[in-house]
């Protein structure tokens, strides 16, 4: 199994940027696609953006093309999402999900179906 640790998280004012970190513990980390969800108060939990084993596919939340960016490094274990113009409504709990199966994590309502994640970190975006 894969332990996951979230780091990065904090209060930033609008248009700013912050970089998550999701560290991995256990078994081979390239084994498994990696992916950044959130929940924001009162709102299911959602996908944000997904990335396979090697770094080669990526899928993005609609909302987040173009100021998110995911991203990997194998022999760190570590998994990273890059946050840049961010919005007020992009505060919300980001947890790191981890699963061998891309096609599953990549999927509709993933988040159902993931079994791995960490403990979440808080980004708040002020107006």
């Known amino acids: 199994q894969v332990q996951l640790v979230e780091s990065g998280g904090g209060l930033v004012q609008a248009g700013g940027s912050l970089r998550l970190s999701c560290a991995a513990s256990?078994?081979?980390?390239?084994?498994?696609?990696m992916g950044w969800f959130r929940q924001a108060p009162g709102k299911e939990r959602e996908s944000v953006a997904v990335?396979?084993?090697?770094?080669?596919?990526?899928y993005y939340l609609d909302s987040v093309k173009g100021r998110f960016t995911i991203s990997r490094d194998n022999a760190k274990n570590t998994v990273y999402l890059q946050m840049n113009s961010l919005k007020p409504e992009d505060t919300a709990v980001y947890y790191c999900?981890?699963?061998?199966?891309?096609?599953?994590?990549?999927?509709?309502?993933?988040?159902?179906?993931?079994?791995?994640w960490g403990q979440g970190t808080l980004v708040t975006v002020s107006a």
């Open positions: 256990g078994r081979t980390f390239s084994n498994y696609g």
């Open positions: 990335i396979n084993w090697s770094g080669g596919s990526t």
């Open positions: 999900a981890a699963d061998p199966d891309f096609t599953l994590l990549s999927g509709p309502r993933a988040e159902r179906y993931l079994e791995i």
